[in-house]
């Protein structure tokens, strides 16, 4: 079974592009989580998706970035307008449950993310 | 929400076992302990994960004590391959489901 699969790997960017990072899902998963690593920090939570609807966007800065996962095709998170505080590693997770207390015993799977660089 | 506390930095010696700490003392009843790595900067890999009961798979053994407030992660014979920082996440419905990384252990395997 192939994993979650993110693209690009790397992606460089000049001050006020926009950049769009793609995940594709496990097969059979149709929740996909996007998590953000600035430089030698931790892991924060942006977003959660099911197939068509956002359902906890918590983590998601309030301006320039968005995410979406279609009905067919992989998530996509959308930064616009990028700054230089946007470079990180960008890493998606899918889940084949919704979230909620019977699938908490279900664990995520990460892909191997995407290092946005902004020049 | 239920957080956790874990060592910065550990060394082991390699073939020999690893035991990582975690303490999680304000965990609910209803709240999993997982356990993740991250091998320089790759995505986090799932390891194990626990609600009451000791866990083993083919990677890792879990031990919870009874009253949930600790456990330990034990990897019986550590290889350099698993050089890494190591996350103890308690999740359930305090976080909405989602896995809440904090600053982890960075476990250095030495030959």
């Known amino acids: 079974n192939a994993g979650v699969m993110q693209n690009p790997r790397h992606l460089v960017r000049r001050r006020g592009q926009e950049a769009r990072l793609r995940c594709s899902p496990m097969k059979g998963h149709s929740h996909v989580y996007w998590y953000r690593q600035l430089p030698e920090e931790g892991l924060k939570f942006m977003v959660y998706?099911?197939?068509?609807?956002?359902?906890?966007e918590s983590g998601m800065p309030k301006e320039r970035f968005s995410a979406e996962f279609p009905k067919e095709g992989p998530s996509i998170l959308r930064i616009q307008q990028v700054v230089r505080g946007d470079s990180a590693a960008y890493f998606c997770?899918?889940?084949?449950?919704?979230?909620?207390?019977?699938?908490?015993?279900?664990?995520?799977?990460f892909g191997n993310g995407t290092r946005l660089t902004v020049t | 929400d239920a957080k956790t506390t874990q060592p910065t930095s550990m060394d082991c010696a390699e073939g020999r076992a690893a035991n990582l700490p975690c303490n999680h003392s304000?965990?609910?009843?209803?709240?999993?302990v997982y356990w993740y790595r991250q091998i320089h900067s790759q995505g986090p890999q799932y390891i194990i994960h626990g609600l009451k009961n000791n866990e083993t798979n083919e990677m890792a053994s879990l031990i919870i004590t009874e009253d949930r407030k600790s456990s330990t992660l034990i990897l019986p014979h550590a290889t350099l391959r698993d050089t890494a920082v190591y996350y103890c996440?308690?999740?359930?419905?305090?976080?909405?489901?989602?896995?809440?990384f904090g600053q982890g252990t960075e476990l250095s395997v030495k030959p």
């Open positions: 304000t965990i609910s009843g209803n709240e999993y």
């Open positions: 996440i308690v999740r359930g419905y305090n976080q909405g489901g989602k896995l809440i």
């Open positions: 997770a899918s889940s084949p449950l919704p979230q909620r207390e019977s699938s908490y015993n279900s664990p995520l799977h």
């Open positions: 998706l099911q197939k068509e609807n956002i359902i906890d």
